[in-house]
C-alpha cells in the first residue's frame, strides 16, 4: 500500500495506465491518430522556428508526450512544441550560435535541460502557485506580442526573401523595400497552403488542415523534381534514433542560458495551466499544480535527451484530443507512437515540404493565440488590468521577446507586491442581527458607537507593517468621535510571527493607549497571545485584549464599555446601538 502511494505520488499518470478501462481504447487510439496528424506539421514548422533541423522537432515530440503521460495529472493536455517556447529559444541561442549550426543545436538542448531543472526545483518547492504569478492580462499582452513578432518573421519564407533585419519594428519599416524582392513561385506555393489550410477549416473543421496542405505542397514539388523553380525545402532528413551528444562550447555560454532558461519555465508553466486547468475544468476533475511543474520539468529533460527542445502544454493539440473523446493520458502514448513510426521509416517524404508551407502553418498558428479584442474589452471591467496587458504587449513588439518576457515577470512581481504592500482594508459594523458585515456596502450596517472595527486584506509583514499602522491612525482620526476601542481582525492578517510586525504593533498599542484607546486583537487567541508575549508587549487588562474571535470581542468590549460608562448606558442604547448589538450585548 505503501509503494502504491508513493506510486501516484510521483506518478499519477502511470497508476491511471494502470487502472485503465477497456472501453476507453476505441475513443483514445482515435484521439491520438488526430492529435499525431496536427503535431507532425506544426513540430516540424517549430522545429524550423527555432533554427534547429525538421526531425528535431519530431525528436520532442515522442518522449516528451510519454513522459508526461506517466507523470502528469491532466487526462487532456497534450505536450510538444509551441510558438512562444521556439520564439524564446531562437531569440536567446541565435546571438549565442553565431552562425555555427552545430552550437545553435547543443545551445538549444542545453537550455532544454535548463529549463527542465528549474521546473524540477520549483516542485521540490511547491512552487506551483507560480501557476497564478503572471496574471491573465500580462499573459495575453505577451502572448500577442510574441504572436506577431512570429507572423512577422515568417514573411520572409512566405514571400521568398531574407530579412537583413533583426528586430520587429525595423523589418516592418523595410517591408516595403523587399516587395521588389518576391520570389514568385514561392509565393504561389504560400497561397496553395494558406488556401487549402482555410478551405478544409471552413469546410472540414475536423481534418488536420495543416498536415492536408503540406502534403498537396509536398506532393506538387515531388512531382516537379529537379526542375522546380528555386523553391526551398526542407531536404533530406536523417530518421532513426538522435545520435546523442554533449555540449562542446565554452562553459560561459551556459551561464549565458540560465536566466533565460527560468524565464521559459515560467512562462511555459503558467501558459500550461491555462490550458489543464481549463480542459480540466471541463471535464470534471482536479489537476495538482506542483505535480504539474515536475511533469513538464521531466517532459523538458526527456526532450533534451531526445536531443530536442522546450516543450509546453500544446492547447491546439490538446483541443484535438478533448473534441475526439480522448479519455486519458493514453491518447499521448498513441500520438508519441505515430510520430515515432514516421520519423523512423517515413523521413524521405518529408524532405519535399516546402519552407514557405512552413511559414504558412507557422503564421496560422500564430494568428490562433491573438486575441487583441479580449485585450482591449479589459478598459471596460479592469483599466489597471487594460494597461499591463498593453504595456506587456507594447514591449514585446518594441522590445523583443526577451526583454518582453523579462518585463513581464517584472510586471507580475511588482502587481504582486502592490497588492501586498497596499492592500485593501474595511471598517466593520454589524447589521440588526448582530453579524458583522462591511460598512458602506449596506444600509443595514451600522457602526458601533466607541468601537472601530478595522480588517487589514493582507498578511502582515515587514513591509507593509508600517502602512498597516498609518491606515489605522488615519482612519480612527477621519471619526468624527473617537472611538474607546479599536478591534483588528487578526485572522486576515497575522497570518505568521514577524518581529518587524509586532514591533510596529507595539508602537501602535503605545500610540493608542496615549489617545486612550484600548486595543482589542479578535481571532487566532493563543497564537496572538505567545507572539506578543515574545516580543514583550503586555497582554491583558493593562495591554493589548485577545479575543477567539470578532462576536467574543464585540461582546466583551460593550461590556467593558457598559460597565465603565453606566452613566452612558441609556443614551447608546437608545441612540446609537443598532438592534443587533443588544443581542450581543445579552449573550454576554
Known sequence: MRDLFTLARWMPGLVSLLNYRRDWLTADVRAGLSVA???????????????????????????????????????????????????????????????????????????????????????YFRLGVLADFLSRPILLGLLNGVAITIMVGQLSRIFGFTFDESQLIERLAATPDYLALVHWPTLGVSALTLSLMLLCRRFRPLWPSSLLALTVAATLLWLLGPNQPGIEVVGNLSGGLPEFQLPEFPPGLMRDLVMPALNLAMVSFVSMMLTARSFAARNGYDIDADQEFRALGVANLASAISQGFAISGADSRTAVNDANGGKSQMVSVVAAGVIALVTFFLTAPLQYIPSAALGVVLVMASWSLINLRGQWALRKSDMAAFWLAWITFVSVLFMGVIPGITLAVLLGLFQFLRNVMRPTDQLMGINEEGVVHTLGRNEEVKAIAGVLIYRFNSPLTYFNASYFKRRVLSLIGNEQAQPNCLIIDAVSCFTHQDISVMSVVGELHKELKRRGIHMVMAGRRSQMTHWLQQAGIRVGEEGILVYPDLYEALRMTRSYLVASSPDERQSRNDSAAPAGTGALRSEA
Open 37 to 123: 496528424a496536427v503535431a507532425l506539421p506544426v513540430a516540424i514548422a517549430y522545429a524550423e522556428l527555432a533554427g534547429v533541423s525538421a526531425v528535431v522537432g519530431l525528436y520532442s515530440c515522442m518522449l516528451p508526450m510519454v513522459a508526461y503521460a506517466l507523470f502528469g495529472t491532466s487526462r487532456q493536455l497534450i505536450v510538444g512544441p509551441d510558438a512562444a517556447t521556439c520564439a524564446v529559444i531562437a531569440a536567446v541561442v541565435t546571438p549565442l550560435a553565431a552562425g555555427d549550426a552545430t552550437r545553435h543545436w547543443q545551445l538549444v538542448m542545453t537550455m532544454t535541460a535548463m529549463t527542465g531543472l528549474w521546473c524540477l526545483v520549483a516542485s
